[in-house]
């Protein structure tokens, strides 16, 4: 397949999950590693298949400077996906240590707006492309107040996004998953990556864990 693909996220099971199910479909992928705190954005050494790209998602220079290094690579990106996933420290809120906070925002939401924006221009600039948001989030009753932040204030810039180009000549979606299997809900990105014509733009694509597809206008 010569769709050119880039992922971005932090180390989490869906992202792994992402970039090996796309490299066996034969997609030229790309994967930008998070380098701040933990190890990368939990891919591992997968194979020859998957490029490997450095990402401080804190800086706005590394988020173009990934693209430049794909794109050079790769002559240009079809599709990239940004994912986002909770954090979910064990520690109570008002416990946190400040460096805690400082760091969920650099990864999590400087990260987010420094690469859309670069993937914005980029496919504007092309007149064509393809960006969705991922967000996937494990089964718990309780989500902690740092991961409603964070995964809200996802949601909402991608809410701001889809509007916002509605009428650009490239394709905005979303897909979310609350309590799914990682491999499942990779899977029924996966699929939709392989279509010719994608589709669902300016929408959440809601995983519900079976097989079905569910498009949404929001998923709140």
């Given at each position: 397949m010569?769709?050119?693909?880039?992922?971005?996220?932090?180390?989490?099971?869906?992202?792994?999950?992402?970039?090996?199910?796309?490299?066996?479909?034969?997609?030229?992928?790309?994967?930008?590693?998070?380098?701040?705190?933990?190890?990368?954005?939990?891919?591992?050494?997968?194979?020859?298949?998957?490029?490997?790209?450095?990402w401080n998602p804190a800086l706005p220079i590394s988020a173009r400077r990934v693209l430049q290094e794909v794109c050079n690579a790769f002559e240009r990106i079809d599709e990239a996906l940004v994912v986002c996933t909770p954090l979910a420290p064990g520690t109570p809120f008002h416990e946190l240590p400040p460096v805690v906070l400082q760091d969920a925002v650099d990864r999590a939401v400087s990260g987010a707006l420094y690469m859309s924006k670069e993937l914005i221009g980029y496919f504007a600039r092309r007149e064509a492309g393809v960006l969705s948001f991922v967000v996937h989030l494990p089964e718990r009753e309780l989500r902690t107040p740092l991961d409603a932040a964070v995964v809200g204030g996802f949601e909402r810039l991608a809410d701001g996004l889809f509007e916002l180009y509605a009428n650009e000549p490239l394709v905005l979606r979303g897909f979310r998953s609350a309590g799914s299997d990682p491999r499942e809900f990779a899977e029924h990105i996966v699929a939709h990556l392989e279509e010719e014509s994608p589709r669902g733009s300016g929408k959440w694509l809601r995983h519900s864990g079976r097989s079905n597809l569910f498009a949404f206008g929001s998923s709140h």
């Open positions: 010569n769709k050119s693909i880039l992922i971005t996220g932090r180390a989490a099971p869906i992202t792994a999950e992402l970039t090996m199910r796309a490299a066996a479909k034969g997609f030229t992928l790309a994967t930008a590693a998070d380098e701040s705190g933990d190890s990368g954005n939990g891919v591992g050494e997968l194979d020859e298949r998957v490029r490997y790209v450095g």
